[in-house]
């Protein structure tokens, strides 16, 4: 049951993430630059702070993984600035494609052999986001679908190496700290962007601290316990989540073509995560 509740946790998240940056860089109140650089460093800075408290700061870089590092950051830059392309519906159906195509591979990889109905899972779960945002999805602009099929990647090699980690606040507060100045960098040799207001930063914090700092540090206390497979196929809810959400409590319109989406892609799940 605590599996359960972290990884529910961990997911709501997610979804959290993808309202906070969407919302954020749609309404230019900050550029995707200067969103990563924030939200890696008030991430780094939120879970220092937490390891300060438990009296495990002083170890946080004894065992960094760089590999980890550099996906982690190829992941938030990539996916900041694909939406500078791409709607939410084309850069949803890129994104959770190429993390499922990267889990899948990592897993055949690495000797796990997946039943046939978490193939049938991952189908289903796939088909129910074809038909959530098919529809609205338009011709992606090449240079966006690059960009966000790079982060799907990165995501994917992230969520990969969380299952050997035995110290997920100090290993995800060492990722990001080491993110941290690159991403700095990548700020200060970016070309214009638009002016960062008070609502992009608080929008960057928010997503950086909370959504990004925190979820991420109890999605790798909870991998461990999942076959990657398994893993690749719960991030399918994560759109159904952040709509659901959107509905409940911005007001947007409930349609039945989201009713029945949702529940393919959930059914998709559940039939991946059958023993």
Do not use: C, H
């Amino acid at each position: 049951m605590r599996i359960v509740i972290l990884t529910l946790v961990a997911l709501v998240a997610f979804a959290a993430n993808s309202v906070l940056v969407r919302g954020a860089l749609a309404q230019e109140q900050i550029g995707p630059a200067a969103f990563g650089a924030v939200r890696l460093l008030s991430g780094a800075a939120m879970l220092a702070v937490i390891l300060a408290v438990r009296g495990g700061l002083t170890s946080i870089l004894s065992r960094p993984s760089f590999v980890s590092v550099a996906a982690l950051l190829v992941y938030v830059t990539g996916f900041s600035y694909a939406y500078l392309w791409l709607d939410a519906g084309t850069g949803a159906l890129i994104l959770f494609g190429g993390v499922q195509i990267t889990m899948f591979a990592g897993a055949l990889i690495g000797g796990e052999r997946p039943s046939t109905g978490r193939w049938l899972g991952a189908a289903l779960g796939m088909l129910g986001l074809a038909i959530l945002f098919g529809p609205s999805a338009t011709v992606p602009d090449l240079s966006g679908a690059a960009l966000m099929g790079v982060a799907a990647l990165g995501w994917g090699i992230y969520s990969l190496r969380g299952r050997y980690i035995d110290a997920p606040i100090r290993a995800t507060a060492a990722n990001f700290l080491l993110a941290t100045p690159l991403a700095l960098l990548l700020w200060w040799a970016a070309p214009s962007e638009p002016k960062m207001t008070l609502r992009g930063a608080a929008l960057a914090i928010a997503s950086g601290a909370l959504a990004s700092g925190i979820g991420y540090a109890i999605w790798y206390s909870v991998l461990p316990a999942l076959k990657p497979t398994q893993a690749a196929i719960l991030q399918l809810s994560v759109p159904v989540i952040a709509l659901a959400g959107g509905i409940a409590f911005l007001g947007e319109s409930f349609t039945w073509v989201f009713a029945a989406a949702a529940t393919i892609i959930m059914a998709g799940v559940l039939l991946g995560l059958r023993r």
